[in-house]
């Protein structure tokens, strides 16, 4: 099992390494390395799950080597498999392995495919070390790769200076929650004497009074930048100027999923403690809702998908910090199928028009493209949570528990959870219906949308594929369909199931605890998602051409767009405050540093040279003075 887990970490590794060095006038063999790392490791992760069964797989498997030493500080390259990895890589690799496919079709008349392979072969060597890491700092190393491969992907259009921006921005915005997460890995060695994670649950489980809240803040960082929560979700929208493949792996499905699943990591061993916990509710709970207002007030179809993934990173967050670990790796699971299939129907849609991104000047699509448009509607369904779809059963968990939990709590902090994540959850089917009822619906309001065809199979065969997950996914985990053996549960296999599994069983009892009044507030939820889509087509269906909000409510609109206008503030800070201080600090710097200690130094040296070899002149006259001067001043010290 090791062999097979280094094999899925060094795998794309290699093939990045082989495309950039031997492949960047290549583009088909490009190609062909690059998916063909995709399927091996996809391939050996079924392999793992089938070929060895459950008898050879205990639950967990953990495996470790010494890298180096520094004192007492042994950093140990170490590969753990679990439950929770199981389920993560699943994503990871199934999902990844369909983005690339798509990426065939779509990069057909990009110049730079090597380049674009390669990246996103170094992303998925990065994303598989997050999730076989078995301890903090390897995480951290594997986290700033990850980093790396968003910043070198989204710049992937070099040539323009919004993909420049938006790069160097999500790079920086990551840098700071990563310098806090760094500072709780510190915190936490010297606190624990260890970064291992089967090590710090070991003692946390022994005394849980040394898990520290600010310790587990300052590690919360890091998820706040990767998943792109307040006050750090600035640089995920932005973010959609790089290729529409890199957006549905990078910004919808995987890398902004890895601080939620370092969460659930954590907190799975105990690391994370109550006061950490609210925080995270409080801030996640307040995006979910912000973000789907915002969603509102795009008219790019990838920034309104954008705002969604937000909203939805917001609701797994809160979930995280509800304590329902499994629960935000349920949604975390279907929400990689339908979003990243949402961001695959986008990026067909824009491929097939000329790249017009406004969903205002599209329309009528579903005639054009109707494999794209079904499997939109598909994942459409899902993402609003209509029941039998796969969303509806991951959604509605959170939602339900989140009202269970107000329940049994009755306190603020459950009370202002509950009202905010429902909010959420209403806005969805709203801002979702916007974006389907303007692209598939109605006339075509641009030459672009009017000359749009289906997109080519190696397009059109990942979208069917997620659709099926976004329709069915869940069913294995909601109603125990296990086949070939009990290998597989519904679509998926046993083993990445086993984590979700539980946690879906454990909400369910916490459902019922909560009394005759969940049944009540289920039937409410779906009676809400029909509201919400009624209202959306009252305010979206029948218009076309503009947004009707804009057109009759421009500042309403200008807020929304504006969203919470947390850039203008950061703007305001770099310009008038930080670029100032630096400005006196450089001043400070060439006026004290170099002028007065360092040139000041060496002058005052220069000078006592100059005097001492004036002292040493090698002239005869000036000995001779200065041994009568030497005479002069012992006579007057023996007089006095």
């Known amino acids: 099992m090791y062999g097979l887990m280094n094999f899925m970490l060094f795998c794309p590794l290699a093939a990045a390494a082989l495309i950039l060095l031997f492949m960047r006038k290549r583009p088909v063999g490009a190609q062909i390395v690059s998916v063909g790392s995709a399927a091996a490791c996809l391939a050996a992760l079924l392999y793992m799950f089938f070929g060895l069964g459950e008898g050879a797989w205990s639950g967990y498997f ?233 969603a509102l007030g795009q008219t790019d179809i990838k920034k309104t998908l954008a705002y969604s993934t937000l909203a939805h990173l917001g609701l797994m967050g809160s979930a995280v910090g509800m304590g329902l670990f499994g629960v935000a790796m349920f949604h975390l699971t279907m929400h990689a199928f339908f979003k990243a299939g949402l961001f695959l129907v986008a990026g067909s849609v824009i491929h097939a028009c000329s790249h017009e991104q406004d969903m205002f000047k599209l329309g009528g699509l579903l005639k054009k493209m109707p494999i794209t448009a079904f499997a939109a509607l598909i994942f459409t369904l899902s993402i609003i949570s209509v029941p039998y779809f796969a969303g509806f059963y991951s959604k509605d968990a959170i939602l339900n528990c989140a009202f269970a939990r107000n329940v049994a709590n009755a306190d603020t902090l459950s009370l202002v959870a509950l009202i905010l994540i429902a909010a959420a959850a209403f806005l969805t089917p709203v801002y979702m219906g916007r974006f389907f009822f303007n692209i598939f619906l109605g006339s075509p309001q641009s030459a672009k949308a009017s000359a749009a065809k289906e997109s080519s199979a190696w397009m059109t065969l990942p979208l069917v594929v997620l659709a099926l997950f976004a329709l069915g996914g869940a069913w294995g985990v909601a109603y125990g369909l296990g086949w070939a053996g009990g290998l597989m549960n519904g679509l998926f296999p046993s083993a990445a199931t086993e984590f979700v599994s539980a946690a879906y069983a454990q909400s369910l009892k916490i459902l019922e605890a909560s009394g005759s009044g969940m049944h009540t507030f289920e039937i409410c939820t779906v009676c809400m998602t029909i509201v919400a889509l009624l209202l959306s087509w009252a305010v979206y269906g029948r218009n076309r051409g503009a947004d009707p909000v804009e057109k009759k409510f421009p500042a309403i609109f200008g807020a929304l767009r504006a969203h919470g206008w947390f850039d203008d503030v950061y703007n305001y800070y770099i310009e008038k405050i930080q670029q100032r201080i630096a400005a006196l600090l450089s001043v400070l710097d060439l006026l004290v540093l170099h002028q007065i200690i360092i040139r000041g130094i060496s002058a005052v040296a220069a000078g006592f040279g100059e005097g001492v070899k004036r002292l040493h002149a090698a002239r005869a006259y000036s000995y001779t003075r200065w041994i009568m001067a030497g005479i002069v001043i012992i006579f007057i010290i023996l007089i006095a």
């Open 62 to 294: 953990s495996a470790a080597a010494p890298l180096f030493k520094l004192g007492d500080f042994v950093f140990d390259f170490g590969l753990s498999f679990d439950s929770l990895s199981a389920d993560m890589i699943f994503v990871v690799c199934f999902v990844g392995f369909l983005i690339h496919i798509f990426s065939i079709g779509y990069m057909d008349d990009d110049t730079a495919k090597p380049r674009f392979f390669g990246g996103l072969s170094f992303f998925m060597f990065s994303m598989t070390g997050i999730v076989f890491s078995n301890n903090l700092l390897e995480m951290f190393v594997f986290w700033e790769f990850v980093g790396f491969s968003s910043y070198m992907l989204i710049a992937h259009y070099s040539a323009n200076a919004d993909a420049r921006a938006a790069s160097k921005k999500a790079f920086i915005t990551n840098r700071v929650g990563d310098f806090g997460f760094l500072l709780g890995i510190i915190w936490c060695w010297h606190s624990l004497g260890t970064v291992d994670f089967a090590e710090i649950k070991t003692l946390l489980a022994a005394d849980p009074s040394r898990a520290s809240t600010a310790m587990g803040l300052l590690v919360m960082c890091g998820f706040l930048g990767k998943s792109a929560q307040i006050p750090l979700q600035v640089w995920l929208t932005d973010a959609m100027a790089g290729p529409t493949p890199v957006s549905a792996l990078i910004h919808a499905a995987t890398m902004v999923a890895a601080g939620v699943f370092m969460m659930c990591r954590l907190g799975q061993i105990g690391f994370l403690t109550s006061g950490v916990l609210g925080v995270a509710l409080v801030l996640c709970s307040l995006l979910a809702f912000l973000a789907g207002l915002w």
